[in-house]
C-alpha cells in the first residue's frame, strides 16, 4: 500500500517490505562535497528520495555547518 490503512483491520493484514542496501564504513566527517561521498552512500539518499517522492537538496553529516552538504 502507498499510504497507512485507517481502518485497523486492513493495518493488521499489511506486511512490511525490507531491502538492503550495501552499506559503507567511511568516515564521513571530513566529506564536504556530494561526489566526495562514498557511491554506497550517494546511492542510499537517492534511493530514499525515490521512496519518499521529495527530492533531497542537502545532506548533514554532522552537528556543523560545514557538515551540510548540496545534494548536485
Do not use: M
Request: charged share 30%; aromatic share 6%; hydrophobic share 35%.
Amino acid at each position: 500500500v502507498r499510504e497507512l490503512p485507517a481502518d485497523l483491520d486492513d493495518l493488521a493484514r499489511c506486511r512490511p517490505v525490507y531491502e538492503t542496501l550495501p552499506g559503507w564504513s567511511d568516515d564521513l566527517t571530513g566529506i564536504r562535497t556530494w561526489s566526495d561521498l562514498p557511491s554506497a552512500a550517494r546511492r542510499y539518499i537517492e534511493f530514499l528520495s525515490r521512496q519518499l517522492e521529495v527530492p533531497v537538496s542537502i545532506v548533514s553529516i554532522g552537528p556543523e555547518r560545514r557538515q551540510t552538504i548540496s545534494v548536485e
